[in-house]
C-alpha cells in the first residue's frame, strides 16, 4: 500500500490540488490523506500515519507560480518564520527537528520518474528544495521518521488548476492526477 498525501486550502486558495489528486487516487493499493497546513498539527497527523508500514510515501502539496509537476530533491530542516499557518502560527524556532540532519534527498527515483512523466506528455519538472514551509517540512518530518525503514519517500509539488487563477500556467487536474498515478504506479 502507498500512502498519498496533500494538504488542505491555505493562503487564500479556495482548494489545494495535491488534497484532490489524493483523494482521486484513493484505493487500489493507495491510501489517501489531507494533511493540516499547521506547524502544531502537521508532526502528529504524520507520525499517526507513518506508525503504519507502506511500500513507498508519496507527499504532495500545491506551489502556486509553478506549471509542472516539480519533483522535489532535498527536504532541509528549516521553517520560515514570516510566513504563519492556517491557524495564524509561526514557528517558534526555524528547526523542525532540533540537533537532526540539516537535509534529507528523496529516496525516490526521480530522474526516472521525471523520464517517464515527460515521455507521457506529463508537464514535469526536478526541483532541488520543498522550500521553507509546511510542505518541506512535512517532507522532512517524514523522511526523519522513515529514514531507518528504508521506506521509499519523497514530494511532489503541484501547479495551480485551471480554476484557481494563479498567474502561472495551470494545468487541468485530470493531468495532474495521471502523473502521480504514473508515480504510484512506477512505486509498486
Given at each position: 500500500m502507498i500512502l498519498l498525501t496533500g494538504f488542505e486550502p491555505f493562503g487564500g486558495l479556495a482548494k489545494n490540488p495535491s488534497a484532490e489528486v489524493a483523494q482521486a487516487l484513493?484505493?487500489?493499493g493507495v491510501e489517501a490523506a489531507v494533511l493540516p497546513v499547521d506547524y502544531e498539527?502537521?508532526?502528529p497527523a504524520l507520525e499517526a500515519l507513518l506508525a503504519r508500514d507502506w511500500e513507498a510515501v508519496v507527499l504532495m502539496g500545491v506551489a502556486v507560480g509553478r506549471s509542472n509537476l516539480s519533483l522535489e530533491?532535498?527536504?532541509?530542516?528549516?521553517?520560515?518564520?514570516?510566513r504563519p499557518d492556517n491557524a495564524g502560527?509561526?514557528?517558534?524556532r526555524p528547526e523542525i527537528v532540533p540537533g537532526g540532519p540539516p537535509a534529507y534527498f528523496t529516496t525516490l527515483p526521480v530522474d526516472a520518474l521525471h523520464a517517464?512523466?515527460?515521455?507521457a506528455g506529463?508537464?514535469?519538472?526536478?526541483?532541488?528544495?520543498?522550500?521553507?514551509?509546511?510542505?518541506?517540512?512535512?517532507?522532512?518530518?517524514?523522511?526523519?521518521?522513515l529514514d531507518a525503514k528504508g521506506t521509499p519517500c519523497g514530494f511532489v509539488h503541484l501547479p495551480p488548476t485551471p480554476d484557481l487563477a494563479c498567474g502561472a500556467p495551470?494545468?487541468?487536474l485530470e493531468t495532474q492526477v495521471?502523473?502521480?498515478r504514473m508515480i504510484c504506479d512506477a512505486l509498486r
Open positions: 484513493a484505493g487500489d498539527r502537521v508532526g530533491r532535498v527536504a532541509i530542516n528549516f521553517r520560515d518564520r514570516a502560527r509561526v514557528p517558534a517517464s512523466l515527460a515521455q506529463v508537464p514535469v519538472e526536478i526541483s532541488l528544495s520543498a522550500g521553507a514551509y509546511l510542505c518541506n517540512a512535512a517532507f522532512y518530518l517524514a523522511r526523519h521518521a495551470p494545468v487541468a495521471k502523473g502521480v
